[in-house]
T-cell receptor, first 114, second 115 residues
């Protein structure tokens, strides 16, 4: 069975600093996709970034980048130049070719301090 | 382009009643997912529909059911409501390409309260 692990329940970061959110996964599939989502207190899930298992380059989207280390099965999210609006819960998720669903980690709460 | 829309945004029901939640996917998306998120907790996978058929189901009792219509919109039904069914219900849509989901986009959720 596929599994996503986020070991950091909560993190504090100073405004304008970078923060790294850890995500490790476990799958025997060679073909899979990794996703990060942001969930502010309003509850909506906002798609941030995607990394395919065959992508050679790490994905980047604005201030978000995904540090993909395939051999270590990790897909950490880096948020650069943190803003107060980045305070939210962040979820890592995975889609595998033989598991018809998106599996989510437990999430990490990020609080940005002024 | 319209995103994923869910209705209603809030729903209050009495224990034992039935609840019906609705979801309209992004135009062109054929896959619809349903998740339950209890307060302060993570997302629990409920159901996945693709091309009108239920393709996968999470570890929930049969009183959680749903369907997908020819226009790919979807309905989640919860029968015999229990207090612990109170949660945010999130719907997402995506495409399924070569056996993998593309990025899934979520609606704003339906907050179900059972009293």
């Amino acid at each position: 069975a596929q599994k996503i692990t986020q070991t950091q329940p909560g993190m504090f970061v100073q405004e304008k600093e970078a923060v790294t959110l850890d995500c490790t996964y476990d799958t025997s599939d060679q073909s899979y996709g990794l996703f990060w989502y942001k969930q502010p207190s309003s509850g909506e899930m906002i798609f941030l970034i995607y990394q395919g298992s065959y992508d050679e380059q790490n994905a980047t989207e604005g201030r978000y980048s995904l540090n993909f280390q395939k051999a270590r099965k990790s897909a950490n999210l880096v948020i650069s130049a943190s803003q107060l609006g980045d305070s939210a819960m962040y979820f890592c998720a995975m889609s595998c070719s033989n598991d018809y669903k998106l599996s989510f980690g437990a999430g990490t709460t990020v609080t940005v301090r002024a | 382009e319209a995103g994923v829309t869910q209705s209603p945004t809030h729903l209050i029901k009495t224990r034992g009643q039935q609840a019906t939640l609705r979801c309209s996917p992004i135009s062109g998306h054929t896959s619809v997912y349903w998740y339950q998120q209890a307060l302060g907790l993570g997302l629990q996978f409920l159901l996945w529909y693709d091309e009108g058929e239920e393709r996968n189901r999470g570890n929930f009792p049969p009183r959680f059911s749903g369907r997908q219509f020819p226009n790919y919109s979807s309905e989640l039904n919860v029968n015999a409501l229990e207090l612990e069914d109170s949660a945010l219900y999130l719907c997402a849509s995506s495409l399924w390409v070569r056996g993998l989901s593309t990025e899934a986009f979520f609606g704003q959720g339906t907050r179900l309260t059972v009293v």
